[in-house]
T-cell receptor, first 110, second 110 residues
């Protein structure tokens, strides 16, 4: 049973557009919600993360929106660039237990 | 700092063969993890080690064993490989909620 559900599986966006990836979690004990970015042939790397005491976190073109009551969070990539083309994973964790979503393959067309 | 290193990068096994995947980190992190990544499944936790001398099962431990040799090294062993274990394997270490991933080992079991 997947504890973190991510959608869509794949996403194609034009350069300059907004990319939006959504995640939902089951376990209310999770207290840390990161997004990881993975390029082909590489391991995932932390992109941005949020804790449930805030509803939004922004770092440059990347924003996490968090809805604690709905147990949902999303990643918004503003002004998407071809260099953002990668697979994105949301995750939810508490202490040593981190659960990942299935991933979204983002393609940004020039 | 090399970060998290994994060997080998690629491996092809025949059904029933055994092998050990090696992982080392030079960041002095206490916690280390082994994940497998399959298309459409995201990253699934096989085993983790919260500290030297301790190991715990994750979501998909069957068919695998691990050894936390010392603080730096965490190995994953397949005793009798099966085609269902064809996957990309990632090792990671944890520092204050952020997981640092290695480059991965692509394993094919024929």
């Amino acid at each position: 049973q997947q504890q973190v559900k991510q959608s869509p599986q794949s996403l194609i966006v034009q350069k300059g557009g907004i990319s939006i990836i959504n995640c939902a979690y089951e376990n209310t004990a999770f207290d840390y919600f990161p997004w990881y970015q993975q390029f082909p042939g590489k391991g995932p790397a932390l992109l941005i993360a949020i804790r449930p005491d805030v509803s939004e976190k922004k770092e440059g073109r990347f924003t996490i929106s968090f809805n604690k009551s709905a147990k949902q969070f999303s990643l918004h990539i503003m002004d998407s660039q071809p260099g953002d083309s990668a697979t994105y994973f949301c995750a939810a964790s508490r202490l040593n237990d981190m659960r990942f979503g299935a991933g979204t393959r983002l393609t940004v067309k020039p | 700092n090399a970060g998290v290193t994994q060997t080998p990068k690629f491996q092809v096994l025949k059904t029933g063969q055994s092998m050990t995947l090696q992982c080392a980190q030079d960041m002095n992190h206490n916690s280390m993890y082994w994940y497998r990544q399959d298309p459409g499944m995201g990253l699934r936790l096989i085993y983790y080690s919260a500290s030297e001398g301790t190991t715990d099962k994750g979501e998909v431990p069957n068919g695998y064993n691990v050894s936390r040799l010392n603080k730096r090294e965490f190995s994953l062993r397949l005793e009798s490989a099966a085609p269902s274990q064809t996957s990309v394997y990632f090792c990671a270490s944890l520092d204050r909620n952020e997981q640092f991933f290695g480059p991965g080992t692509r394993l094919t079991v024929l």
